[in-house]
């Protein structure tokens, strides 16, 4: 079994380890446009070693947004101010990912540091959120407006133009936001939507917006260019979503062309009792690698080397996506390597911080 510092080939992608910086909301753009502070977030991670660095939830519309102030690629302009994080993390021997995503019944929201719940249309909301069903996430969200079968494909259709956008900009991995009580999430879960058309019901009916997405994205995204999916893997809720249809969801998913499940959980229901602890959903990320046969990416409270070392050299996943622990220190690879006596290339600006006789950089 491969160890956390060994290559991962995905379809035409080498990443040079299994290390992954997790999607994280920064919510720090004007009308989505990214800044400085994206290319220093994102540029840093990709010196600190990691394989595949993640640009955040990236609104596939504006009324898809979380936060009036995330991250879009709905326009031109939005994938142009990308390119320059995306060619430096390509620059560091990283991979670029972008996560697509549209908020749902979640979105137009309040950044944590402003607050919770809808965010008022003087202060910046938006008056209607988009959702399978009427049905609000919470007391203080929005009561989302039930989408027509015309309004989803049309969301279809807005994210497969991401994907071209995102190709344009320089991305070598999108990944889906099928998780955390999102769009694409409310509809798989039964307790979002109660829909009666071929959206809602039965498993097949509420799968088939995310299978058209994956379709949808998978035939503009080059062949060579891996497709991750995020799914919650259950709704930590009876009646919910849960793992047995997360199991056969990856399956089908795999149909579609997708490569790689990266498996969380929660997120759609406020009320939902979440036994957190470290690598709580790594479990989940085993259970669909070996029941569904597609490679897997273990996330939630991964922060230790040795921990992060025995989620793949135990095969529960193929990779490992950190994201608070990569906040607290960019360069968790680089000290993981050490810790675990692996073998990595320091940016050669910083040879001499490495460890004494660390390889010369290859050229
Ligand atoms: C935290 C979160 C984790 C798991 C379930 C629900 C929420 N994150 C999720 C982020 C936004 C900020 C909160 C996204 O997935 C975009």
Redesign the pocket.
């Known amino acids: 079994m491969p160890g956390l510092f060994d290559e991962l080939k995905l379809r035409g992608l080498t990443l040079r380890n299994r290390i992954a910086v997790s ?3 920064q919510y720090s753009c004007t009308d989505g446009l990214a800044n400085d502070w994206h290319f220093v977030h994102l540029g840093s991670r990709a010196v600190g070693g990691a394989a595949l660095v993640f640009a ?2 990236t609104a596939v519309t504006p009324d898809g947004r ?1 936060s009036p102030q995330d991250l879009g690629i709905w326009n031109d302009a939005q994938a142009d101010a990308l390119a320059r994080t995306v060619s430096f993390i390509d620059a560091q021997g990283a991979a670029a990912g972008i996560q697509l ?1 549209h908020a749902g019944r979640k979105a137009s929201t309040f950044r ?1 540091w402003d607050g919770s719940g809808a965010v008022p249309v003087p202060a910046g909301g938006w008056a209607r959120v988009d959702a399978p069903s009427a049905i609000p996430f919470s007391a203080d969200y929005l009561v989302p407006h039930a989408m027509t079968e015309a309004e989803i494909a049309g969301v279809v259709e807005a994210f497969a133009a991401a994907a071209r956008r995102a190709l344009a900009a320089g991305f070598r991995v999108i990944e889906l ?1 099928a ?4 769009l694409l999430h409310e509809f798989l879960s039964p307790l979002s939507n109660t829909r009666t058309d071929r959206y809602g019901g039965a498993f097949e009916n509420r799968t088939r917006f995310v299978r058209e997405v994956a379709a949808a994205v998978r035939r503009v995204w080059p062949d060579s260019h891996p497709l991750f999916a995020r799914i ?1 893997a259950t709704d930590w809720t009876d009646g919910g979503w849960d793992l047995p249809q997360s199991i056969e969801l990856a399956r089908a998913l795999k149909e579609c062309g997708v490569d790689l499940i990266d498996a ?4 759609n229901v406020a009320t939902a009792k979440i036994p957190l602890g470290p690598g709580y959903q790594t479990p989940f990320a085993e259970a669909i690698r070996r029941e569904a046969g597609i490679a897997t990416g273990a996330v939630g409270l991964i922060t230790d080397a040795v921990q992060a070392e025995h989620v793949i050299r135990t095969g529960q996943a193929d990779i490992v996506l950190l994201a608070r622990e990569m906040l607290r220190d960019p360069y968790w690879p680089l000290r993981a390597a050490r810790e675990l006596g692996a073998t990595v290339s320091w940016p050669a600006q910083y040879l001499r911080a490495g460890p004494k006789g660390a390889p010369q950089r290859q050229t």
Request: aromatic letters at 6%.
């Open positions: 999607p994280m909301c955040e939830a979380i995503a944590p936001h998780a955390h009580g999102y919650s969380s959980s929660g997120g």
